[in-house]
C-alpha cells in the first residue's frame, strides 16, 4: 500500500512538473492560483486541522504580508523576494499581538472573533491606516520578483516559482506534523483537557500555531502582490477566509495531500465548468453538500498514526 502511494505521488508530481509544456497561459494561470491556495490552505491547516482551531480570518494574515510587501517595495524599491522573511515575521508578529488575548476561546467563540478580526483588518486597509495603505484604490506599481536579476513576468516563470514553494510547505510542514509539536497539536485537537493534564501548554501551543500559520500566509501575500503588481482590500475580504477554510474541510482536515486535492477543486474545478456560468456554481454547491454529508472526514483524510510499542521480553518494537 505505502508502495502504491509513492507512485502515484511520483506520477503526480511528474505531471506538476510538466504541465506548463503542454497547457496554455490561461491554464497555467489557473493552477498558479490553486498553488497559492494551497500554500495558504496548508498554513490554516495547521490550525484548523491539527490543532482543531476554527479560524475563518486567516485572509487577515494573508493581507499583512501583501501589505508589508507592497509598501516597503514601492516606497523604498526593496526587491519582493528579500521581503519574504521580513513578511513572515510581521505576519507572525501581528498573530502573536492579536491572538494572545483570545487564544483562551473555544469553538464558535473563537470561530466569531477570527471572523471579526478579519473584517477589522479589511475596513482599516480601506480607511488607508497612517495614510499608506492607499484606501479603497490599495497599492500599484509592485515589482515583479527577480531570480539572479532576471524578472519573472510569464505564467509559465510563475508557475516554477509558486509550486517550488508549494514543494517547501509540503516537505516542512510534513515534518512539523510528524514531530512532538505536531503530536501535541494534535492531542490539543482530540482533549484539551487531556492534553493540559499530560503537562501541555495549551494557550502556548495554540498561540505558536498561530504564529506559524499567519507566517506563512504572509510569505503567499508577498508571491501574490508581486504576482499582481496591484493589491487592494478586497483582495483580502472575508470570501478568502471561507474558501480557505472550505478547501481544507473538501480535501481532508489534517491531511497534506487533502489540502492540495481541496485547492485544485475549489479553485481549479469552476474554471472548467466556466462554460456553463450560470450554473457551475449550483453544480459545485450541491457537490459540496454531497461530500459533507457522506464523506464528512474530507476525500482524502489522513491515515491514522502508527505508535511503536515497546517489547520487554525481545527488547524489539513493533507497530
Given at each position: 500500500?505505502?508502495?502504491?502511494?509513492?507512485?502515484?505521488?511520483?506520477?503526480?508530481?511528474?505531471?506538476l512538473?510538466?504541465?506548463?509544456?503542454?497547457?496554455?497561459?490561461?491554464?497555467?494561470?489557473?493552477?498558479?492560483?490553486?498553488?497559492?491556495?494551497?500554500?495558504?490552505?496548508?498554513?490554516?491547516?495547521?490550525?484548523?486541522?491539527?490543532?482543531?482551531?476554527?479560524?475563518?480570518?486567516?485572509?487577515?494574515?494573508?493581507?499583512?504580508?501583501?501589505?508589508?510587501?507592497?509598501?516597503?517595495?514601492?516606497?523604498?524599491?526593496?526587491?519582493?523576494?528579500?521581503?519574504?522573511?521580513?513578511?513572515?515575521?510581521?505576519?507572525?508578529?501581528?498573530?502573536?499581538?492579536?491572538?494572545?488575548p483570545?487564544?483562551?476561546?473555544?469553538?464558535?467563540?473563537?470561530?466569531i472573533?477570527?471572523?471579526?478580526?478579519?473584517?477589522?483588518?479589511r475596513?482599516?486597509?480601506?480607511?488607508?491606516?497612517?495614510?499608506?495603505?492607499?484606501?479603497?484604490?490599495?497599492?500599484?506599481?509592485?515589482?515583479?520578483?527577480?531570480?539572479?536579476?532576471?524578472?519573472?513576468?510569464?505564467?509559465?516563470?510563475?508557475?516554477?516559482?509558486?509550486?517550488?514553494?508549494?514543494?517547501?510547505?509540503?516537505?516542512?510542514?510534513?515534518?512539523?506534523?510528524?514531530?512532538?509539536?505536531?503530536?501535541?497539536?494534535?492531542?490539543?485537537?482530540?482533549?484539551?483537557?487531556?492534553?493540559?493534564?499530560?503537562?501541555?501548554?495549551?494557550?502556548?501551543?495554540?498561540?505558536?500555531?498561530?504564529?506559524?500559520?499567519?507566517?506563512?500566509?504572509?510569505?503567499?501575500?508577498?508571491i501574490?502582490?508581486s504576482?499582481?503588481t496591484?493589491?487592494?482590500?478586497?483582495?483580502?475580504?472575508?470570501?478568502?477566509?471561507?474558501?480557505?477554510f472550505?478547501?481544507?474541510?473538501?480535501?481532508?482536515?489534517?491531511?497534506?495531500?487533502?489540502?492540495?486535492?481541496?485547492?485544485?477543486?475549489?479553485?481549479?474545478?469552476?474554471?472548467?465548468?466556466?462554460?456553463?456560468?450560470?450554473?457551475?456554481?449550483?453544480?459545485?454547491?450541491?457537490?459540496?453538500?454531497?461530500?459533507?454529508?457522506?464523506?464528512?472526514?474530507?476525500?482524502?483524510?489522513?491515515?491514522?498514526?502508527?505508535?511503536a510499542?515497546?517489547?520487554?521480553s525481545?527488547?524489539?518494537?513493533r507497530?
Amino acid at each position: 500500500m505505502k508502495d502504491h502511494r509513492k507512485i502515484i505521488y511520483g506520477v503526480v508530481t511528474a505531471l506538476l512538473v510538466m504541465s506548463p509544456l503542454f497547457l496554455n497561459k490561461y491554464w497555467v494561470d489557473v493552477l498558479n492560483n490553486v498553488g497559492l491556495y494551497a500554500i495558504l490552505g496548508l498554513s490554516l491547516n495547521i490550525i484548523v486541522g491539527h490543532a482543531g482551531l476554527f479560524n475563518l480570518g486567516h485572509a487577515a494574515f494573508y493581507a499583512v504580508g501583501a501589505y508589508t510587501a507592497a509598501i516597503l517595495n514601492t516606497r523604498f524599491n526593496i526587491p519582493v523576494l528579500w521581503l519574504l522573511p521580513l513578511c513572515a515575521l510581521s505576519a507572525g508578529l501581528f498573530a502573536a499581538i492579536v491572538m494572545r488575548p483570545i487564544i483562551h476561546l473555544r469553538g464558535d467563540y473563537l470561530c466569531i472573533v477570527t471572523i471579526g478580526l478579519g473584517e477589522i483588518v479589511r475596513i482599516a486597509l480601506i480607511n488607508d491606516v497612517f495614510g499608506i495603505t492607499g484606501g479603497a484604490n490599495g497599492i500599484f506599481g509592485i515589482d515583479r520578483p527577480t531570480i539572479f536579476g532576471i524578472a519573472i513576468r510569464r505564467p509559465h516563470e510563475f508557475y516554477y516559482l509558486i509550486w517550488g514553494f508549494v514543494a517547501v510547505a509540503v516537505f516542512l510542514f510534513h515534518r512539523l506534523e510528524n514531530s512532538r509539536f505536531g503530536r501535541a497539536l494534535n492531542y490539543l485537537r482530540e482533549d484539551e483537557v487531556a492534553a493540559e493534564g499530560s503537562g501541555i501548554n495549551v494557550a502556548h501551543y495554540k498561540l505558536a500555531c498561530f504564529v506559524i500559520g499567519a507566517a506563512w500566509a504572509g510569505m503567499v501575500g508577498v508571491i501574490f502582490a508581486s504576482k499582481m503588481t496591484i493589491i487592494s482590500p478586497e483582495s483580502f475580504s472575508f470570501w478568502e477566509s471561507v474558501l480557505i477554510f472550505t478547501l481544507i474541510l473538501l480535501g481532508g482536515s489534517a491531511s497534506i495531500p487533502g489540502v492540495i486535492l481541496g485547492a485544485l477543486l475549489i479553485v481549479g474545478l469552476p474554471e472548467v465548468f466556466r462554460g456553463i456560468a450560470n450554473a457551475r456554481m449550483l453544480i459545485f454547491g450541491g457537490a459540496m453538500i454531497a461530500m459533507m454529508i457522506f464523506r464528512t472526514e474530507g476525500i482524502l483524510p489522513p491515515r491514522p498514526r502508527k505508535y511503536a510499542l515497546s517489547d520487554d521480553s525481545s527488547g524489539e518494537s513493533r507497530a
